[in-house]
């Protein structure tokens, strides 16, 4: 089942709700692992209202932010009113708005556990990036919080560091990497009886 209408219902209340989940040092250690580099053009995957693609802007980055909900890429465009650089784009994993080869960097974070297949959805990002080009992705690692997916609709309880790095090889990526983000991602169950600590992992390879 979709989860387009979940992220569409909590839009207006995402920057909030993800400030509780996770906090600012995810973006900074994913654009480090990345390197990026001024005047350059990213991706950013499942972009949401933005937390990536306010970093990247802020280094001089132009981006391509891609959501399947209208409501979330609304949220954003409000945030990002009077701001250069960033071309909203409506789309879905399995066929990226973007032609391939294109950009030098692609992003992803806390979007490959919300999507159905996540190899497919890696090949797509890896379609769009120039030779060369980095992929970053920074998602949970493998957990048992059920609250999760019947709560906040996720897909997959988190990953196993070795199966992400298979897909990214599988994919073509050159230098792959699989690593501890140093973070945690911790939400409550509405019941307020489980509270989920799920390690972050930063995952990246070249084209
Ligand atoms: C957990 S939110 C993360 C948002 C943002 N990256 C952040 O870190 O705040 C996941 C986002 O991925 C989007 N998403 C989920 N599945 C998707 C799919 N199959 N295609 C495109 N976007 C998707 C959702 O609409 C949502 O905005």
């Known amino acids: 089942m979709s989860n387009k209408p979940y992220f569409d219902d909590v839009a207006d209340e995402w920057d909030q709700m993800r400030k509780s989940f996770f906090s600012e040092a995810v973006r900074e250690k994913a654009l480090a692992t990345a390197g990026v580099q ?3 053009i990213a991706a950013d995957i499942g972009a949401g209202t933005g937390f990536i693609t306010e970093a990247l802007v802020n280094e001089g980055v132009a981006v391509v932010a891609i959501d399947q909900s209208e409501a979330m890429l609304d949220a954003m465009k409000k945030k990002f009113v009077g701001i250069q650089g960033v071309d909203f784009r409506l789309g879905e994993a399995e066929n990226l708005p973007i032609p391939g080869d294109s950009v030098d960097y692609a ?3 806390m979007y490959l ?4 297949i996540p190899l497919k959805a ?3 990002m890896v379609r769009i990036l120039k030779p060369g080009g980095k992929l970053v992705l920074t998602d949970l690692d493998e957990h ?5 997916r019947t709560e906040q609709h996720d897909r997959w309880m988190g990953f196993k560091r070795e199966d992400v790095n298979r897909w990214l090889t599988e994919a073509g990526l050159k230098a792959v990497v699989v690593d501890c983000a140093d973070e945690d991602c911790c939400a409550q169950s509405s019941c307020g009886c489980d509270d989920a600590v ?3 992992f930063i995952a990246s390879g070249q084209k």
């Not at 048992?144 to 999760?148: A, G, R, S, W």
């Open 144 to 148: 048992d919080y059920d609250f999760l």
């Open 113 to 116: 556990h919300h999507v159905e």
């Open 122 to 124: 890696i090949k797509e």
């Open 107 to 109: 992003f992803a974070n």
């Open 198 to 200: 799920i390690s972050i």
């Open 38 to 40: 001024r005047g350059k």
